[in-house]
Structures are given as C-alpha cells and as structure tokens.
C-alpha cells in the first residue's frame, strides 16, 4: 500500500457466491463500496457523521467494471480504494479487486454529493475537501 | 389461493443462489418480504403509503424458518402470506414457500409498527386495521 | 416495446433499498440480471437449460452503469435488455432501467460463455445461435 | 470472549440497511453465517476445504431470529457462535449480534451435513467432528 492507495481486506462468504460457484458480479460493487466507506473512515469523515453534519449523502453516478477473473468462496480479496479526479460537486475514483497481487477486478466510480432532502447536487462539503488526499496522476 | 391465503409468485434468479447450488438461506426472508409486501399493496395499504401517512414502519421483530427442501435457480416459487393474530401494536404472520405445490419453506414473522423516528412501537394505524382480514384460526 | 427490446417489470422492496432512501446501487446489476434471464426464458434457453445441456454458463466481463435518478422504494420499473453485438464467445447487450418512461439507469453489460469447469471461454452453443435476435444497429 | 464463544467483528454498510434508516432484517441472518464461517475457520475445517475433502456441506434447515434493537449505518458488531448441541448428521448453534454489549439479535441454527449432489444427509465428517469443542450447557 503505497501512500495513496488504501487497501481494504473482504472475505469471500457464501452469500457473496451463486450457483456458478464464483462471485456474484454485482457483489464487487459492494466490495468497491465497503473499500470507499474505509477509506473515508480512515480520513475521519464516515458516511453517518457526513451525512448528520451535512445533511447530504454520496450517490453513485457512474461505474465501470471489468472482470478479469473470478473470485470464490473463502478467497481473502484487498480491494483498494485511489482518488483521481475532485471536482465541485463530484469525486472520481479508481478502484480494484486482487486476489494474492492477481488483479480479478478494477472499477471507475464517480460519486455525486447531494443534499439528502431531494438528492440535488452540492458543493463538496469543506470538512471533506480539507481532508481528501491530491488525486494521483497516471 | 383461498379467501385468505394470500400467494405471489417469486422467479429465482442467479442472486439468490450460492455456491452450494442452492438459494442462500437469508433469501428466503426476502421471498416472504416480497409476498407479504404485495399482500399489504392489495390490502390498499403499501409500505411508502403508510410510511408517508402515519409516519411509521413496520420492523421485524422475531422469526422462525424451517427449511425443508432447497430451491435452485430458475426455479418458481409460491411464496404465501396469512395473517394469524392481530395485537395492539403488531401483526403476526405465517408465510410458506412452495414449488408446484411442494413446501419447501416457512415462517412465522412478527412485525411491530414503529415510529419512523424514534422505532419505538406505535398502535397499529386505523388506516390498516380497517382492511386487514381477520386472523385465521388453526 | 419494439420487436427486438424486451422488458422486465421489477418491483422495488425494501431489501433493494439502503438508508439513503434509494435503491442501492449494486442493485440495479441485479435488475439488469432478472431481465436478461427473463429474455434468454423467452428465447426458450433459460440459464439452467443451458448450463445442464452445454456444461456452460454466462460470465459477465464488462459492465458500464450509468444512474441518472433515484428509483425508491414500491417504484414499479421496466428492464430492458437488447442484444448489440454477437461475437465467437461474447455477447453485448444493452439495458435501461425506466420508471413511467422516465430513464433511470443504463447500462452496457458484456457477456462471455465459459465452460462450466474452468470457466475458459468457449463459441457461443448453436443452440443460443439459433434463436438470438440479429443485434440492433444504433 | 471465554474459550467456548467465538467472536467475529461485522461493519454495517449501506448495503446493508434499507429505506427504514436500518439493517435489513434478512440481512442479519448474513453476519451470522460470516461469524461461523470464521469460526469454522478458526477450527482449521473452512468451507471449502470440507467441501473438497468430503464432497459434501452444510446447508441451514432451522432458524429462529429474535431482533431486540436495530443496527444502523457504521455501527461495528459483534457476532458469537457458540456451539449447543452436535448430533449425527446436525449442528446446533447459537448466536448473537450486539453493539458495546448491548444484544441486537439472537439466533439459534440448525445445520445439516448433506452430500454435495443429492443434499442428501450424511454422518458429520470425523475431520470436523475432532476438531469441534464440546457443546456448552445453558
């Protein structure tokens, strides 16, 4: 884990297979997401206290993923968690899924902050921005 | 489906199944969630309407579930909803899952209504009491 | 819906749901799965037919996901799935997700046949061949 | 944690709750298959590693579930498994879910060992039965 990177450990279980003996393909989003929600916690501002203090939330706006190579039942993944782009009212993240340094995914997500009322979006709060590490390049 | 048993039908797909080959156990709970869901939508009283008009939810407070035979993918359940006692501030229900007459599943759920700010238990709404069936006996 | 566009009503419940009010993201990939069964189950080659005759099964490699508002809870949704692209071993399929005609979410999902052991990519079975649609230009 | 009761840390995710700002309810039936996967682990007889040798697995055929208060977003649980009964071709557990030693949820399972095939009942393998503690009284 380098400086920038943030690496999360998820377990495989069985309600994460299906009867393809393999992961789920929806699944990896959840693993994508419990990664990010570690990764804001390690920065001290977790969804709940975002959400009281800003009366806003994170919705996903766009995702891509692409799948290399299952993941199965038992396999301890590190799912990682890298910011490339910040915009006004956005955050852009790279993100993946490995498997003993063997990549079996990688995703695109971009995250829209929005008041938790109607869901419209809203400047990035201050308190998060103080916070958020400078996007890598590459 | 007699006067009052209510039954909605429930495909399995490949996100209800696990490794094993078979529907992951939690599942079930959702199958019953569903029926019991739709059986309040024909009562006249869906969830976001009560929510919007009483401000209050129903949470689930106790369960059993026997599992007699696994269901597989592509299978299609019958999954029943009848309601078995009425109390001041909860409903108790007996559920089934079934496939081609065969019972693979059931349940008993106890569901109290709550406020939706606080969850603290609430006397069931007159909204619903007007148009639920009376509970069956045996 | 035209010839070639299939549509899949899906109902929205709770267990779809998350605390910001809406459907959970991963959610809709689960959607998008129930449609494209559902339209192979028109096709008369439903996933566990196939896997029994071929010992093959479909793996999703590429997903793009595009969510332009919220579906909540009760929403009633149309799932499209079309088929955009016929390859050796691979289909591309295009799906949406509507609620009242309004587009919710779109998605690009690329699917490979595998056989069912090592999950090696293998042609497509004639028997699928022979019943797809000739995928939609545009 | 005394000798006999296993202990597994479980964070709620946002794909854990739904619309009623709470953990799921099928959902909890989830962490308490994560703990005793974990603990199963701990007794060096993981699921697949059963699976493999003996061809066979558990599948879940009785439950009951009380819930006493909800878990939330972020909240870190804790979840036991604890041995209560070990019977020929059965595995009787309890378990509970709690937050600072406060108890959310209760539950008592019942596992069946099933040949992977036929999910027919088989003797508990030797492997595991030497590796089980014994069943606690109360």
Known sequence: MTADIFSHPVRVYFEDTDAAGIVY??????FMERARTEWLRRLQVPHHALMAAQQG??????VTLQLSAPARLDDLLDVTCCITQIRAAALMLGQTVEREQTRLAASTITLVWVDGQRLAPRRLPASLLNVLPHPQSG
Chains 1, 2, 3, 4 share one sequence.
Request: charge should be positive; glycine fraction near 0%.
């Open 57 to 62: 939330v994170f919705v996903v706006k766009d």
């Open 25 to 30: 393909y929806a699944n990896y989003l959840k």
